[in-house]
């Protein structure tokens, strides 16, 4: 399965916003704390560059956050999933510009646990199972039954939460699960997925 598909005609967009030769240091804000498929590809999009000293990696407590830091210029560049459900505000805000959009996979997805929690099934319909918003869909597809859920703000910090024994499932990724010492107890598959990355619009368009 791919992990990450730029077309040429994006690679040279993305070289013109960070300057092709240039030894500045290129701040990308997306999504953290550490282990979050944002930061996964965000690497990836760095190795595109051969010198990743070229980057240095923000990461947010929010993609609102990460919005915020480019309006203000505190980062440059800002990464953002499709699959999150506010990106729309995003794409109206008059400050920001759509810079390019590719394609790209997260890691794979999972329930994850402690290992030493006892995992059957059946506990996924008396639990409850801690997961950022998007991945939510997953479990439809999968189960049959509703589940109770809690969500937080990144499928890192839910890996987080069950390593802290707040809960004891979690939907998260293969990097964050590793990151916390949990262990997948029913696998689902890596996401292909698209993205886009957003610069600062120099001139604010007025209205018309």
Not at 67 to 75: D, F, H, V, W
């Amino acid at each position: 399965m791919e992990t990450l598909r730029i077309s040429g005609d994006e690679k040279r967009a993305l070289i013109a916003l960070v300057g092709d030769g240039s030894r500045r240091s290129v701040k990308l804000g997306t999504l953290g704390p550490e282990g979050t498929s944002s930061e996964y590809v965000a690497r990836l999009m760095t190795r595109l560059f051969g010198d990743q000293g070229r980057f240095g990696i923000v990461l947010e407590e929010t993609f609102e956050h990460c919005m915020g830091a480019l309006t203000e210029g505190r980062i440059d560049l800002a990464l953002v999933p499709h699959a999150y459900a506010n990106i729309n505000a995003f794409y109206m805000n008059p400050l920001l510009e759509p810079s390019i959009v590719f394609r790209g996979s997260t890691p794979e997805y999972g329930l994850a646990a402690r290992s030493d929690f006892a995992f059957h099934e059946e506990l996924l319909f008396t639990d409850t199972v801690v997961t950022h918003p998007a991945p939510i869909p997953l479990l439809e597809y999968y189960f049959d039954r509703p589940v109770k859920l809690v969500t937080t703000t990144s499928t890192s910090q839910a890996a987080g939460q069950v390593a802290d024994g707040l809960y004891n499932i979690a939907i998260t990724n293969e990097q964050a699960a590793r990151q916390h010492n949990l262990k997948f107890v029913y696998r689902f598959s890596p996401i292909p997925m698209t993205w886009t990355v957003f610069s600062k619009r120099l001139e604010k368009e007025g209205p018309r």
